[in-house]
């Protein structure tokens, strides 16, 4: 039986035209403050990896340390409150969508609920009820780090979603290339170019037309894909290890992670879609000696290793 509790108040026909609406007004009014970037692209292994560099954080570190005075040692949470001035819809009764206040991607949205949750509570039918409801309105790349080794920088549950193409010039997501090759055992594959534990599954782009209907099935998938890499929950539905998820309207990946970073690269669930961002050049000389995917190894678990996955490693 289909679960229909929750209310839906997104109307996914009129997502796009307010996210670009309040684009232009959170720009003018400086509380969007986008960081700006160059990228080029690194083939490594049948993925063209696109890789982002930052020209400024001023904007980022100056805003922090306001934040840091501000909250006086306390624990600082932008989403309760959130900025007004970020607002970008009312989703449910449970989830409200707003922008990344320091985007690096154009229209890089957060989807946030409501009352605190700890990001590393597993996703519920209420998040995927958001996610699908955002993706209705939006063909893009919803994703979620599951917790700080993850590359989570906030606790309270955010999920986020990304436009695509990430660019103009590459009209698909980098690892696509990759996923025709999925392995399927019944309804969960591994993709043979991944040389890290992981899971897939497919998705019905048809669920966009029933976003309740879709959280339920997506639900499943998501706790069958996060038992197949060995994770699920421990005491309270905390996650068991930490993890990205990667979802489409076509697909769903889950990666297991044994660490944050590689060096001082940090990794969040972009990275497995073939998306890496670097602060500096001498971060750009690293990922380019070593290579983009031996970094995503190297952050997950690879196959034969033997770093277990720990518990609680959030």
């Known amino acids: 039986m289909t679960r229909t509790e929750g209310k839906i108040l997104l109307k996914p026909d009129t997502l796009w035209e307010q996210v670009k609406k309040q684009t232009e007004y959170a720009l003018n009014c400086g509380a969007l403050l986008s960081i700006p970037t160059e990228f080029e692209f690194f083939e490594q292994d049948g993925v063209d990896f696109l890789v982002r560099i930052l020209s400024n954080l001023n904007r980022k570190n100056a805003d922090k340390k306001k934040r840091e005075k501000k909250s006086a040692g306390k624990e600082f949470n932008p989403f309760l409150p959130y900025e007004q001035d970020l607002f970008v819809a009312d989703i449910s009764d449970t989830h409200v969508c707003i922008f990344n206040k320091f985007n690096v991607v154009d229209y890089h949205l957060l989807i946030i609920t409501r009352d605190f949750e700890e990001q590393e509570k597993l996703l519920t039918f209420a998040d995927f009820t958001a996610?699908?409801?955002c993706l209705a309105g939006i063909d893009g790349l919803a994703f979620y780090n599951g917790g700080k080794l993850a590359g989570a920088s906030q606790r309270h549950k955010h999920l986020q979603l990304v436009p695509l193409p990430f660019t103009a010039s590459a009209p698909q997501i980098p690892i696509a290339p990759l996923l025709a090759s999925a392995k399927f055992?019944?309804?969960?594959?591994?993709?043979?170019?991944?040389?890290?534990?992981?899971?897939?599954?497919?998705?019905?782009?048809a669920w966009v037309d029933s976003p309740l209907m879709g959280a339920e099935v997506t639900l499943e998938i998501y706790h069958k894909l996060l038992r197949a890499v060995g994770l699920g929950a421990v005491d309270d539905d905390r996650q068991s290890g930490a993890y990205n998820l990667l979802a489409t309207r076509e697909w769903m990946l889950i990666v297991p992670r044994s660490q944050e970073h590689f060096q001082s690269i940090s990794v969040n669930s972009l990275g497995f879609a073939?998306?890496?961002?670097?602060?500096?050049e001498s971060e750009m000389q690293i990922l380019k000696q070593h290579g983009p995917m031996t970094i995503l190894k190297e952050v997950a678990i690879a196959y034969?290793?033997?770093?277990?996955?720990a518990v609680n490693s959030y």
Request: net charge negative.
């Open 131 to 133: 996610m699908w409801a």
């Open 185 to 205: 055992e019944e309804s969960i594959a591994t993709i043979p170019g991944l040389p890290f534990v992981h899971a897939f599954a497919s998705l019905q782009p």
């Open 274 to 280: 073939g998306a890496l961002l670097v602060k500096n």
């Open 304 to 309: 034969g290793g033997t770093q277990p996955i």
